[in-house]
């Protein structure tokens, strides 16, 4: 439903339909390795309802999402 990058361009955080938060990383080894990448799993889906808003903080690694269960999360995605 939701993409969004983080401010370095490593990381793309994803949210499904299922309120699920998933990640995959772009770094440069993983891309020039020429394996298939795979998104995994970023948090358990903590929101009740469906997920309206994703975003990325610039200097911190966190993502915040918001949903119609009228909740704010934020996501530490290095530490999860």
Partial sequence: MHMTI??????????????QLYTIGLTGAEISKGEQSMFETLSQPFHYDQITGLDVCIRKPLVSTCSLDRTVRIWNYENK
């Fill in 6 to 19: 983080s401010p370095s361009e490593e990381t793309i955080i994803a949210g499904s339909r299922n309120n």
